[in-house]
């Protein structure tokens, strides 16, 4: 059974750090990539940003140059290194994995920047 965890959220003030761990257990086979995404309240769940095969990242523009995804494939774990946090990035942070056994996501874990 595939599991995706998330963890490292928390509540941080503005212009702060976080890093988010996923760590991926079971068998998923090849990846076509991994990514979060984040909802706010009242919002639709959004893209964050992704990592592909080969290390290479997108990011949505609210998060370019202060977010940076990364992965440990040793660990089987993803990360998202928050910087420069903004009370707009305040929301539940999901990860996902995209292979061809299925779509898997996380169960999310809570981010809250205070201004």
């Known amino acids: 059974q595939v599991q995706l965890v998330e963890s490292g959220g928390g509540l941080v003030p503005a212009g702060g750090s976080l890093r988010l761990s996923c760590a991926v257990s079971?068998?998923?086979?090849?990846?076509?990539?991994m990514g979060w995404y984040r909802q706010g309240s009242g919002n639709e769940r959004e893209l964050v940003g992704i990592i592909v095969p080969g290390h290479n990242t997108n990011y949505a523009d609210s998060v370019k140059g202060r977010f940076t995804i990364s992965r440990d494939n040793a660990k089987n774990t993803m990360y998202l290194q928050m910087n420069s946090l903004k009370p707009e990035d305040t929301g539940v942070y999901y990860c996902n994995v995209e292979s061809p056994l299925g779509d898997y996501w996380g169960q999310g874990t809570r981010v809250t920047v205070s201004s």
């Open positions: 079971g068998s998923i086979g090849s990846v076509y990539g």
